[in-house]
Structures are given as structure tokens and as C-alpha cells.
């Protein structure tokens, strides 16, 4: 019985061809940027967390500055860390080893073109080395990397060495000017996956104190913990240690403490609302192409008044109408969702390609789950379906005699 209905509801679709592509538009258009949208973003949640991932779950990061910004006298004040923060954070219990690195933008020139940029100081003690370097998967994939004792000289990234930060491209043995001081180019490192940071320049930690005058300056402290202790629980003695010692009350932190999994968790919880807004605004084309449906099939119940009343004189039920019309709605937005989830993968692949390409990040990746694809085909022939009720209804109530005289 169902596959007669199917066949019948398909037939109507097809002898109204033109109407039936038109009624679908609202659908597909709906489905396609609800799909392109939740790929995109499950893909940039998964390679934001890669990347967090990378830091290690036994890393704990300490910046200064409360992480908000205003005029002076606001109350979002920011202060430096020094040294004397690294002592009192290694006295913590739980805290394994120190590392720290400083990072600033800096003035770079090449072949007579200068330009900005960051520049990066790293420890080179083996040790303290190691830690830094567990927060990047990166590699040096020409040249060597940079070990204890090296003076001038530099390691560069992937758009540096590529020509697509400065005009010409740059290799090993080149020499960079730095601040109006020369280094010559020891290593480049494989691709990190965002422009920022793929035209960035390492240097050792001694030559960035000498190159901008700031030892007593440090921009990143990274604590690597025991083995046995409780990452959370680390990162809040620290925070609780440092605090008593700025004489600071909880809530008014000039400094921050976060661990791996928090700076995930806070990319997660933004990022889910912002992507939450935007599949909001794409659903309210899913809602113009539900009453596109609904519009046409009450059109389509007033053309085929009388063909109802034949087939409810000959022993139709109201419910074998009821259930062709809403089958017909129902695949009207089913055929809809296929068209729209194929834009869809269209669409993200698009900018994923542009996003590699021509922006030169690895970031924006398109990832199509299972639930993805079936929940877009379920959710678009629940849309098609639930518009057709009322038509459906009004159909199946028709009495036959009012039908077969309608004209």
C-alpha cells in the first residue's frame, strides 16, 4: 500500500515539475547553509582542539594581563612576569620544571623590503627546550633546529620561506635583519596551520632580551606538571599563590592561569554559541521553504479537487488522502534536503579550499558526520511533511459529491 502511495505522490511531483523545483528552492537553500555551516564549524572545532591538544594535558600556561583591555584607571589593569613569579610558581606543589617564552612584533627586513611581524624568543637549555616545544607539533623540515649556545641566527616559517610574506622567497643560509640587527637563517619549520604564526621568526631566548631590552619582561611562563598531580588542581594553586603575593583579591587577576583543557572548553562554549546563531538565522530559510511547501500544496488540493472525489467515490478513505498528500510534502522536502546537503558539501569544500589555498590555513576544515547527513535528510522531510498537514487535512476531508461537482 505504501508503495502505491509513494508512486502516486511521485507522479503528481513530476507532471508539475517547474512548481515542484520551485517549492524545493526554500529547502535546498535552507538545508545547504545549515549543512555547509555545522561542517565548517564541527571542522574548526576539531582542529582547534588538535591544537590544544598538542600543548598536553600536563602543561599549564601563565600569561600576564587579565585578558580584558581598557583605558587606564578602568579597573583591567595588566602587569609583567618576572622572574621572581617564576620562583614562587616552582615552589608549588605538583610543578614539575619552568620554561618560559617572550614573543613580540618586530620590525624584519629582507632584500631591501621591511615589513612586521612576530618574533618569537625560546629557550635552548634541553630541558626547558622540550617543554616549549610540546606545545607545537611542528618540525624543522630544512636547515636544523636551534640548541644551546646559538648567537644570530634564526628559524623561519612555512610563508616566510615561501615568498608569500616577503616578495621573494627566503632559504637557509639567507640573512634576515632584525631591528637593524642581521641573523642568518638556521632552519625552517613545516606548516603550523594559521598565516599568523606561519610568518612568525624564532630566535633564541638571549638574542630577544639583548635584541628588545626586555630580560626582565616575560611573555609566557609554561609549567610542565608531576606526572601523578592534578593538572586542575596545580593550576588553581598557582593562581591562588601568585594572587597572595600581588596582594590581590579572587575576580581582579592581572595574570592568567589556564589549562589545556580550559582553553578548549572556552573555545567550545563560544564558539557553540556563535555557530548556534548562525544555523538560527539559516533555519529561517527552512522556514520560508516549509510554507512554500504548505502553499503548494494547497494550490495542489484545489486542482485536484475532483480527481479526490473520484477516488473517494470508488472507496478512497480519508485516511489513504491524508496520507498521499502529506507523502507528497514529505518528499517534496526530502528531494529538497539531497539537492541541499550536496551545496552544502560544495559549499564548505569551497571554503576549505579557499582557506588552504589563499589564506594559507589549515584551520577551516569541512567535517561531514554520519549524523550530519542523516539528520539533514530527516529534518528536511519532517519540514516537508509537517507543512503538508493542514492541506493534507483539508483534502482528506472533502466529501465526494462537494468534490466531483467543484470546478
Sequence with gaps: MISDYLKLSFNNLRQRGLRS???????????????SLISLGQGLQDSVNQQFQTLGADKITVMAGSGFSGPPGSGFSSSKLTDHDISLIKKVSGVKNVATMSFKQGKVEYRNEIKYTYIYGLPLEPDLKEIVQSISAVKVVDGRELKSGDKGVIIITQNIANGKF?????????????????????????????????????ISLDDYNELFNEKDNIGMIIVQTEQSANVTGVAANI????????????????????????????FSNVFGIIQTV??????????VGGIGIM????????????????????????????????????L????????????????????EFIGASVLGTNLLRASFSPTLIIGALLFSFIVGSLSGVLPAIQASRLKPVDALRYE
Design 166 to 202: 616577503f616578495d621573494k622567497s627566503v632559504k637557509v643560509r639567507d640573512t634576515i635583519t632584525i631591528e637593524d640587527k642581521d641573523f642568518k637563517v638556521l632552519g625552517i619549520v613545516g606548516p603550523i596551520g594559521n598565516p599568523i604564526d606561519d610568518s612568525s621568526i624564532w
Design 278 to 287: 548562525l544555523i538560527g538565522i539559516a533555519a529561517i530559510s527552512l522556514v
Design 332 to 351: 517534496l522536502g526530502l528531494a529538497g534536503g539531497l539537492i541541499g546537503i550536496g551545496i552544502g558539501i560544495g559549499l564548505s569544500k569551497s571554503v
Design 295 to 330: 502553499n503548494t500544496m494547497y494550490t495542489s488540493v484545489l486542482e485536484r479537487t475532483r480527481e479526490i472525489g473520484i477516488m473517494k467515490a470508488i472507496g478512497a478513505r480519508n485516511s489513504d488522502i491524508l496520507m498521499i498528500f502529506l507523502i507528497e510534502s514529505g
Design 239 to 266: 593562581e591562588r599563590s601568585m594572587r597572595r603575593d600581588r596582594n590581590l583579591k579572587e575576580g581582579e587577576e592581572n595574570f592568567r592561569v589556564s589549562t589545556s583543557e580550559q582553553l578548549a572548553q572556552s
Design 21 to 35: 523545483w520551485l517549492t524545493m528552492l526554500g529547502i535546498f537553500i535552507g538545508i545547504a547553509a545549515v549543512v
